[in-house]
T-cell receptor, first 115, second 117 residues
Framework: DAGVIQSPRHEVTEMGQEVTLRCKPI?????LFWYRQTMMRGLELLIY????????DSGMPEDRFSAKMPNASFSTLKIQPSEPRDSAVYFC?????????????FGQGTRLTVV | AQKITQTQPGMFVQEKEAVTLDCTYD???????LFWYKQPSSGEMIFLIY??????QNATEGRYSLNFQKARKSANLVISASQLGDSAMYFC??????????????FGSGTQLTVLP
């Protein structure tokens, strides 16, 4: 299995531009999570999906952020317009938690820099 | 209140020695799971070990073991025989609730471990 695949690995963009981050979860996993990692705030959950349906988006910082999961094998996180404070590493993770035990498998992350 | 607290921002250990990374948690759920992840400088998040709240035995995975003290709400990670490759950031995380309820992990702030040759 290729694991969780995120693209791009690195993104540098100018303030005000739209940014789209992509994620392909592990095949068969029915939970998908988007996390953001910064030095100041650590790892924060932004949103998660179950069977392609958003379950909890309370961590999405503001309306500039949106996430979709059009099918079981693809999800996007969009920031429009981007701001310098959005600079962070964005992780996508997936899991198949039949019980509490199943860990979340993380992608390599996308390092976003907004200048 | 913080759900996961890691009080050691940085730790040093001599190669081949054991090291304990602290983690305390806060939950009112009876059913929960505790996880440890490793994040090397390359950035990926690597799952290490899991402990369930109802597990009677402390979890072990190779050189990793979890010192689970439920009454104290602590789940410390013990790494035995440290290796240079163990140098990384280590995160403690918790999943609350029984199967079917909240599925997300809440993470602590991490401990940066440096293994000295």
């Amino acid at each position: 299995d290729a694991g969780v695949i995120q693209s791009p690995r690195h993104e540098v963009t100018e303030m005000g531009q739209e940014v789209t981050l992509r994620c392909k979860p592990i095949s068969g996993h029915d939970y998908l999570f988007w996390y953001r990692q910064t030095m100041m705030r650590g790892l924060e959950l932004l949103i998660y999906f179950n069977n392609n349906v958003p379950i909890d988006d309370s961590g999405m910082p503001e309306d500039r952020f949106s996430a979709k999961m059009p099918n079981a094998s693809f999800s996007t996180l969009k920031i429009q317009p981007s701001e310098p404070r959005d600079s962070a590493v964005y992780f996508c993770a997936s899991s198949l938690p039949r019980d509490r035990r199943t860990e979340a498998f993380f992608g390599q992350g996308t390092r976003l820099t907004v200048v | 209140a913080q759900k996961i607290t890691q009080t050691q921002p940085g730790m040093f250990v001599q190669e081949k020695e054991a090291v304990t990374l602290d983690c305390t948690y806060d939950t009112s759920d009876q059913s929960y799971g505790l996880f440890w992840y490793k994040q090397p400088s390359s950035g990926e998040m690597i799952f290490l070990i899991y402990q369930g709240s109802y597990d009677e035995q402390n979890a072990t995975e190779g050189r990793y073991s979890l010192n689970f003290q439920k009454a104290r709400k602590s789940a410390n990670l013990v790494i035995s025989a440290s290796q240079l490759g163990d140098s990384a950031m280590y995160f403690c995380a918790m999943r609350e609730g029984s199967s079917g309820s909240a599925r997300q992990l809440t993470f602590g702030s991490g401990t940066q471990l440096t293994v000295l040759p």
